[in-house]
Structures are given as C-alpha cells and as structure tokens.
C-alpha cells in the first residue's frame, strides 16, 4: 500500500475555438491510495504487477467563471520501466467530478465548457517516482486531465488541462512488496459473439426541458491474440432521438425525412486485468443520412467493462466524435462464445 500527495499546475488547452476566453492557468492538488498487484493473479504478473488506486483532486482554475472542482477517480498504474532506485509507470483512470461554478443560462452564461454540478473525468499520464529512503519517494509527472458530461446537457465544450505535478508518497510496507511468479504456461485463446445494448441520455439544444435518448445495439465478434488482449470487430446500430430531433427542426414540415438511424463498422482492443477490462473502439459510419451537430463520419469510444460472470458484463463508455462528447453510455452485455484453442502465451 502506497498513500501520497501531488500538486499540479498547468495550463486549459485551447482545443475549440469556443474557449478562447477561458485560458486559465489553474492548479490542483491530490491525496491518493495505491494498492500494489504482486502476482497472486495471473493477470498482475501478465502486466508487470500494476497497481490501482483511488484518488481525490481539488481543482482551482483561477477563473470565476469556471471556478472550483472536487473530483473523485479509479486508477490502473502500469509499470513502463522499474528499476532499483526509480521506476516509470503510465496510469489512466476515470470517475465524476463536481464543480461549483457551473453554466446558468442567467447567473453565468460564459462556461461553456461545465454546463452541470457533476460530469465525467478522464484522466492519463506519466509518473516518475524516485525512491528517497525505505518508506519515501518522490514524484514528478505530466498529466492530461478531462472533464465532460458526455452532452448530457448542454453547452458542453469540456475541459481540458495539462499540468506539471511534484509530490511525495509513503509506503506502509515496502518489506511485503515481492513479485511471484504464478503465470500458467498456456492460455484458451478463445472467439466470442459478443451481443450489447446501451442507452444514453443527451440534450441538443440548452436548457431542454426533457433530455432525448441514444439506443445502441452492437454486435462485435472478439478474438483473443494473447492473455492480455482481445481483438474486436462489427457493427454499431444507433437510435438517436437528438438527431431525430434535428431533422425534425430542419424539414418541418416536410413529408420526405432523413433517416435518423444510423450504423457503423467498428474496431477495437480490449486490455484484460481480471475481472476489469479497458476498451478502445473506432467506427466508421456505413449508414448515415443526415449530418448532425458536431457530427464526423467516425467516432471513438472509451469505456471500463466488469464482468460478474464471464459470460456478462456491465460497461461505461464515452462516444465522441474528435474532440466533442456525443454521449455517456451505459451498457450490459453477453459472450457468445464460438471456439477455443489451448495456446502457449508469447507474453
């Protein structure tokens, strides 16, 4: 176990032109707890004995239009280089945050960029940690921080921070840090029908008195190509009542509409940590007829799954298009699994 603290400062990146007036320089501190993964799981060693951990930050960014935020995030810490005096790890993690300041239509219209009291966060970078004696160390790191609510209302531009950090961090016990070695020398490489739905809540227009619902249905055929990753590929179908919307506005009325439904052809990488997956997923709309708000002709999606049982799973994912959210989602789904093939890992 590993408690710390950093402090950060950075600068709001200026990714739209929409926030030219919010370059702020804020700062932030965060009080952490790690756990150490030390081999009693075949995964932990697959991944060179990660650590996870939860965290708070206290965000200033010195702006009154912006304000103040308190957030709360989950972590997975993978180790890059690990050396007797200093070790180099990347960490990710996700979670909610709360902001004082938040958009109101007559209080404080300039933010645009956190239009609720709660949103999502994101958060990656690299620490360094340099080992000062027995219990302590030092760390430095460079850090991507964001904030979004996935359009769950609107204006929601996000933000982005990039900050420098310093801190130090204690261990409890550093003597019962000892990696085992408990990986099996040969893996079921197995392929899965993977079956999901999802829903999402969004806003299109500010202040909309009701929210509008996103429908997905995904069909994705996984392949497994080491322990550590699986392969995906299908397709997307997509029900958006904010699209339906914005036809509706468009061709009032107008008897001849664009379809609002739309599908896609994905790929994607599931990184396997137990019962803890990360998914990165790209898609390219095969089926699209109208172009909305903010709209491309493909997406990203980034989200956790857990799985209760391996045949089921629970997900949270954020769909965007670039730069721009298109929504938070939700989503349960099964394994249909297809073949299996008993395999030496290579890693």
Same mark, same amino acid.
């Given at each position: ?86 070790? =180099? ?54 850090? =991507? ?158 989200? =956790? ?43």
């Amino acid at each position: 176990m590993r408690i710390g603290i950093l402090q950060d400062y950075g600068f709001v990146l200026k990714h739209s032109p929409k926030i030219g007036h919010l370059q702020t320089h804020p700062w932030a501190s965060t009080i952490f707890m790690e756990k150490y993964h030390l081999g009693d799981k075949e995964w932990e060693e697959r991944w060179h004995y990660p650590k996870t951990s939860f965290a708070f930050t206290y965000f200033d960014f010195r702006s009154p239009i912006i304000g103040k935020t308190l957030a709360i995030s989950a972590n997975i810490i993978l180790p890059l280089a690990r050396h007797q005096k200093w070790s =180099l790890e990347s960490k990710i993690g996700t979670g909610f945050v709360y902001a004082t300041q938040p958009f109101d239509i007559q209080s404080n219209p300039q933010n645009n960029v956190l239009s609720n009291s709660w949103s999502y966060v994101l958060q990656t970078g690299f620490w360094f940690n340099y080992h000062l004696a027995k219990h302590w160390q030092l760390i430095s790191a460079l850090q =991507l921080t964001h904030y979004s609510n996935g359009a769950y209302k609107l204006p929601n531009s996000g933000v982005n921070v990039i900050s420098y950090a310093l801190g130090a961090a204690y261990l409890l016990n550093p003597e019962q840090i000892k990696f085992k070695k408990t990986r099996s020398k040969s893996f079921v490489k197995q392929s899965y029908l993977d079956i999901s739905s999802s829903i999402a809540l969004i806003e299109t227009v500010i202040n909309q008195p009701t929210k509008h619902k996103i429908f997905n249905i995904n069909f994705i055929f996984n392949r497994d190509i080491s322990p550590g990753h699986r392969l995906q590929t299908g397709w997307d179908i997509s029900w958006n009542e904010g699209i339906a919307y914005q036809i509706n506005q468009k061709y009032a009325g107008k008897s001849n509409k664009p379809d609002y439904r739309r599908m896609a052809w994905l790929v994607g990488d599931e990184l396997n940590l137990g019962k803890m997956s990360l998914n990165i997923q790209f898609g390219v709309y095969f089926y699209r007829q109208f172009e909305a708000i903010s709209d491309m002709a493909f997406y990203q999606r980034y989200g =956790l799954r857990y799985y209760p049982k391996p045949y089921f799973w629970l997900g949270a994912y954020l769909k965007s298009h670039a730069a721009t959210a298109e929504a938070g989602e939700f989503t349960v789904g099964t394994h249909l699994r297809l073949s299996k093939k008993k395999v030496n890992p290579k890693n």
